[in-house]
């Protein structure tokens, strides 16, 4: 497979590795951090985790946001036969983890189990009936008693993720845990080195924010430090499959970034985007021969929570399509990646402080 972007490429694979529960960020956190001073001369990490990236001058702002956390496990009870038991962190569907290779993350170091399930061989006609439920589920992770976890460093609370197994398959497609959202991350990075050489008349945040899958909680709070005029989220989304209905999932990988105009969940978070700034997104691909796709999607973003902080803040969406959401072995076509980056660093290069003045007006 080949990429025309190598350190873009590089970085993305170094952060899917990177273990980074939501709430325990802290080696994200710090590769963001780090990668950021390399280009901007302002970075600051706030209370709550997000790393912060300023950039030019002028009164009007927008944030340009990505998360750092992905889904996790968290231990709840250590079995004193050895076996883990644990909680979910997240929004997982419990059929994924069966026999699921998983990292507990401890201060000691990282250690690797299997998600035990009962055996095919064990089960009567009414269990193969019944749903999978998280307290039927644990780890096994070898060990003979409970003492011995606890004295690897393993305790109540512990955050587990996915065991990283990041590959190239066919001919641009991609297949790791967390690409949600570290692709994300890797862009951020990316934007942060191209437009440090433009002359800007306005400020532009870059933020990585933590506890996205968690409700947004990071974003939340930058937003409301920052008060920016706009913002940018950029984020993926599930992408069409051979047996989902097209009017279900619309957007396909490999066809470019999608840019959404709604998104909501069934307890009603979610955003809707603003117009002006979505059509101004859509003439930047289209001026450009950016191959994108446009959508309105069931789930909620970081734009969520930006949009309704302060006085509120308009936002846009750019959305990378990916197959198999929050399972260990997620699947994205890389050249999406890439041409998001291509769509965002061209708006924002081509942005100034007049048209910000003019897409945040309402009427």
């Known amino acids: 497979m080949k990429q025309k972007n190598q350190k873009l490429f590089e970085r993305f694979r170094r952060l899917v590795e990177i273990p980074g529960g939501s709430g325990f960020e802290e080696k994200v956190i710090e590769f963001m951090a780090g990668e950021l001073k390399k280009n901007l001369p302002d970075v600051s990490i706030d209370p709550m985790g997000n790393v912060i990236g300023k950039l030019g001058k002028g009164r009007r702002s927008v944030m340009l946001c990505v998360h750092t956390d992905e889904m996790c496990l968290l231990v ?6 050895g076996y883990i038991f644990f909680d979910l962190n997240g929004m997982f569907d419990e059929r994924v983890l069966l026999s699921t290779k998983v990292d507990i993350c401890t201060d ?4 690797t189990g299997v998600v035990g399930v009962k055996n095919r061989h064990l089960m009567s006609s009414e269990d193969l009936k019944r749903p999978v439920s998280i307290s039927e589920l644990w780890i096994d992770m070898g060990a003979e008693s409970g003492e011995e976890v606890r004295s690897w460093g393993i305790e109540i609370g512990d955050p587990i993720i996915y065991h990283p197994h990041f590959q190239k398959i066919g001919r641009d497609t991609i297949i790791s845990k967390a690409i949600d959202n570290r692709a994300g991350c890797a862009i951020l990075i990316e934007i942060a080195e191209r437009m440090k050489k433009e002359k800007l008349d306005y400020q532009l945040f870059l933020v990585a924010a ?10 939340k709070v930058a937003a409301q430090s920052l008060s920016p005029d706009m913002a940018i989220v950029v984020d993926t989304v599930p992408a069409a499959d051979p047996i989902t209905p097209p009017q279900i999932a619309t957007n396909e990988c490999g066809k470019g970034p999608v840019i959404r105009s709604m998104d909501v969940n069934a307890l009603g978070q979610g955003t809707i985007y603003s117009k002006k700034i979505r059509q101004l997104l859509i003439s930047t691909a289209v001026k450009n021969k950016i191959p994108h796709q446009k959508d309105i999607f069931r789930t909620w973003t970081d ?45 924002f290069k081509e942005l100034r ?10 009427v």
């Open 303 to 347: 734009a969520s929570t930006i949009h309704t902080s302060g006085k509120g803040i308009p936002c846009g969406g750019v959305y990378i399509p990916r197959r198999y959401s929050h399972s260990p072995a997620e699947l994205i076509k890389w050249s999406d990646v890439e041409k998001t980056a291509d769509l965002l660093y061209l708006f």
């Open 210 to 219: 933590v506890q996205e899958e968690v409700g947004s909680r990071g974003a």
């Open 353 to 362: 402080s007049i048209d910000i003045e003019a897409l945040v007006r309402k």
């Open 108 to 111: 000691k170091g990282i250690y």
């Open 76 to 81: 709840k009870y250590i079995d004193p036969r």
